[in-house]
């Protein structure tokens, strides 16, 4: 279970403290599938972020009683400088994972071949986003934390990253932020939509995206 | 529950590990796999000490002193690399590492320990190596007393750890501390008795210096290497001190900061 209890979020610009996220509850059951929706800026990565304990909240508190990627999107928690190999031990490393069997899995997941030895910073972002993603799978994790990484590679290519994530880790919660509406309703079992820093929980996708919408217009 | 202490350990474990990895990283992003790798983490430092060592002896800079100029170089030398390496690199090592943090194990601290202690590992091989290359060689004597020279080395160490986390943590907050900071490692150079001894200064000039907290280190150190030969004025309790406090400062500002620091 992860519960989220009044969370606040706000930032320090220039002018002034700018609330991004305003008394946010949720919470996530184990195997439960969430779909974040919002504008551009309403701050679903920033909920994420926070569910990822990347960043703290300004107040309010977030109990994690499961295991929690870090935010998956595209190439992010990448060393430009290392190679695609060594970035894959780090993180290895890092979540306490044997290195032999991931760089078999990554290898053969990515098809990323000789290129695994080259640092990533020579990767197209198809090339990135691969390795992104062949990584994620490589340490498993009690729930996932997707910020738009739909649409990685060609058409087999996402088909292959669909069965690993939805059919091979079916029993995992995720939380997902996405501006497809196709893709939320195909995974997610409920969704929550943020607008100007509140969250809305709904119990069916479709009244979340009739919600949507309806916002949507008026702002 | 008694989850608390097992989480307790497994954090301290995780800690280890996580500092571990980033070691392995810097390593690979600083000195790549390619000619010598990793040796330059000491041989840099070695050919540092070299340098300064044979110019030392040119210029004869132990003033007439019969000191044995080799000797002195590489022991007042290496203790500079030792605090200046481990500052320098803390300057702005946050920012860059940035998103390392992106993984929920990697903590501010663990960035600068983890580049903390290569730095030290660093400066410590490379004053062992060339004391004992130049001692096989007989440019340089053996310590007459290793313990005292080791116990002011570990304190030196410390400061410099303790050093560098408040100068890291502090360039994170200010613009300035990364301007300043390289001015004040210059200035504080000819202060931190690399290139004299506490005993050569006059009277009133020794009650100021022995306020700078290396110059504790430093003596100590040839305290143990030179023996009764030299007459030293360090005080191990008031440099311990100085560690103790300053570590605590730098641990609360690199608290402080990863409280602050957001990856992009």
């Known amino acids: 279970m992860i519960t989220l209890n009044n969370i606040c979020k706000s930032y320090e610009t220039r002018q002034g403290l700018r609330s991004v996220l305003s008394d946010v509850n949720l919470s996530v059951a184990k195997g439960e599938r969430v779909g974040i929706l919002g504008r551009n800026g309403a701050g679903k990565s920033t909920l994420i972020r926070l569910i990822s304990a990347v960043e703290r909240p300004t107040s309010g508190t977030i109990q994690r009683d499961m295991s929690i990627s870090w935010p998956l999107a595209f190439g992010g928690a990448f060393q430009g400088s290392l190679t695609g190999l060594d970035n894959i031990r780090f993180i290895c490393r890092v979540y306490g994972v044997p290195i032999p069997p991931a760089i078999d899995y990554v290898e053969e997941f990515s098809e990323l071949g000789v290129y695994l030895r080259e640092p990533v910073k020579k990767y197209s972002s198809g090339m990135r986003a691969r390795l992104a993603f062949g990584i994620s799978m490589a340490v498993e994790f009690d729930c996932f934390l997707i910020d738009e990484i739909v649409a990685v590679g060609d058409d087999r290519f996402q088909e292959k990253s669909r069965i690993e994530l939805f059919e091979k880790r079916a029993d995992r919660a995720m939380i997902i932020v996405s501006h497809s509406a196709d893709f939320i309703r195909a995974h997610c079992q409920h969704a929550v939509v943020l607008v100007n820093g509140k969250l809305h929980n709904f119990a069916q996708v479709d009244d979340a995206f009739h919600f949507y919408h309806a916002h949507d217009s008026i702002i | ?264």
């Not at chain 2, 690979?28 to 002896?57: A, D, K, S």
């Not at chain 2, 007989?138 to 400061?159: N, Q, S």
Request: charge should be neutral; aromatic fraction near 12%.
């Open chain 2, 1 to 264: 529950m008694s989850l608390s202490n097992n989480s307790l350990q497994s954090g301290f474990a995780i800690q280890l590990r996580v500092i571990g990895a980033l070691i392995v990283r810097e390593m690979i992003t600083r000195f790549g796999r390619h000619n010598i790798g990793f040796l330059w983490l000491f041989l840099e430092p070695m050919l540092f000490t070299l340098g300064v060592t044979t110019l030392w002896t040119l210029i004869k800079a132990t003033h007439g002193t019969n000191l044995p100029i080799t000797a002195f170089a590489v022991t007042g030398y290496s203790s500079i690399l030792l605090w200046r390496n481990c500052s320098n690199r803390a300057v702005k090592s946050i920012e860059v590492n940035l998103s390392l943090l992106y993984h929920r194990h990697v903590k501010v601290f663990d960035l600068l320990a983890a580049r903390l202690i290569l730095e030290i590992v660093g400066a410590t091989a490379s004053c062992m190596l060339l004391t004992t290359v130049f001692t096989g060689l007989g440019w340089m004597e053996e310590p007459v007393d290793i313990l005292t020279a080791v116990i002011g080395w570990f304190l030196l160490a410390w400061f410099a750890f303790a050093l560098s986390l408040i100068v890291g943590a502090a360039s994170e907050r200010s613009e300035l501390v990364e301007r300043v900071w390289h001015i004040i490692t210059y200035l504080l150079f000819p202060l931190s008795g690399a290139a004299f001894m506490v005993d050569w200064l006059p009277k009133p000039f020794q009650e100021f210096i022995v306020w700078i907290p290396m110059i504790h280190g430093t003596e100590m150190i040839r305290h143990g290497y030179f023996g009764s030969a030299v007459h030293t004025y360090e005080n191990p309790i008031y440099l311990l001190w100085i560690d103790s406090i300053m570590l605590l400062i730098g641990l609360a500002l690199v608290r402080e900061a990863g409280r602050r620091v957001e990856p992009e």
